[in-house]
């Protein structure tokens, strides 16, 4: 009788323990639909999937790399910026989205219905699986062909620098290594860090995603997003400076928030649709 009174009570507490693990795993699914999640990532789902499966990003990639190969031979022969010229010439490019795809870290965020936070990104720059950008390597490996060093100026955090170098280095980029990279130590403003590079090198050419991977006069977009800005510097588009496309995230995003990124998701999701012209 004991022992029937002790199997009962071990099955009750074994289905109350099956059952509440259901319910907290129905509990998350529904959370991970909710509305909030969805206004906090949905956005995102068209900027990554453009990015990861738009045949046209491929295609852009290749195209950019090439005209940064076209410019490199102008720029080599012409030295464009002006400078002493007994110095070896270089080519300062950012990381991120520019010669490294990160877009695996933004669809895992759009998944588990997070926003970027500093953990999950260092999470995934340890896991070392970036892989490079369509025609990146090529042009890389031109530079190097051509004895022009290249320079990774990025805002990855400077005590992520192993991991960079290794993930770099296991992606066959050249010059990946610690005196070619220029990560962040103190600030995102890459100017000094362009200016440390300059003093022994003539740089002809600039890669990046965001116009601060070329100069700090495009941090601050101002009420027209940065518009005018780039007018009066649109000569160095396509001769000095190459950009890419970033959908998912960047300078351009901060300026629809006016530079405020602890705006409540419904808030900022508001902000996004204010800012379209209709
Ligand atoms: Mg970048």
Redesign the pocket.
């Known amino acids: 009788m004991k022992n029937i009174l002790i199997l009962s009570i071990a099955t009750f507490l074994f289905l109350t323990s099956c059952c509440k693990e259901k319910e907290e795993k129905v509990e998350k699914i529904i959370i991970n639909n909710s509305a909030d999640t969805l206004l906090k990532s949905e956005h995102l789902v068209m900027a990554t999937l453009w990015f990861q499966k738009s045949a046209e990003m491929q295609a852009i990639y290749y195209q950019n790399f090439k005209f940064a190969k076209m410019m490199l031979d102008e720029n080599f022969k012409k030295d464009r910026f002006k400078i002493k010229k007994t110095k070896p010439k270089a080519v300062i490019t950012?990381?991120?989205?520019?010669i490294l795809d990160n877009s695996p870290y933004n669809a895992g965020l759009i998944e588990k219905g997070e926003s970027y936070n500093k953990e999950s990104w260092a999470a995934w720059v340890n896991e070392k699986r970036a892989e490079a950008l369509p025609g990146a390597l090529d042009f890389c490996n031109y530079a190097k062909e051509k004895g022009i060093e290249i320079f990774y100026v990025?805002?990855r955090s400077a005590d992520r620098i192993d991991a960079t170098v290794e993930n770099m280095v296991n992606e066959g980029f050249p010059f990946a290594d610690k005196e070619h990279m220029y990560l962040k130590a103190e600030t995102s403003n890459k100017t000094d860090r362009r200016n440390n590079i300059l003093e022994n090198y003539d740089v002809i050419l600039l890669l990046?995603?965001?116009l601060r991977?070329f100069d700090e006069i495009f941090g601050n977009r101002g009420e027209d997003f940065g518009f005018n800005i780039v007018d009066k510097n649109k000569d160095k588009f396509g001769t000095n400076f190459i950009v890419?496309p970033?959908p998912i995230y960047?300078e351009w995003e901060k300026a629809v928030y006016k530079g405020d990124f602890s705006i409540s998701d419904e808030g900022k999701r508001k902000m996004r649709v204010d800012a379209l012209d209709k």
């Not at 950012?94 to 520019?98: N, R, V």
């Open positions: 950012d990381i991120d989205e520019t990025s805002n990046g995603d965001n991977d890419f970033n960047g």
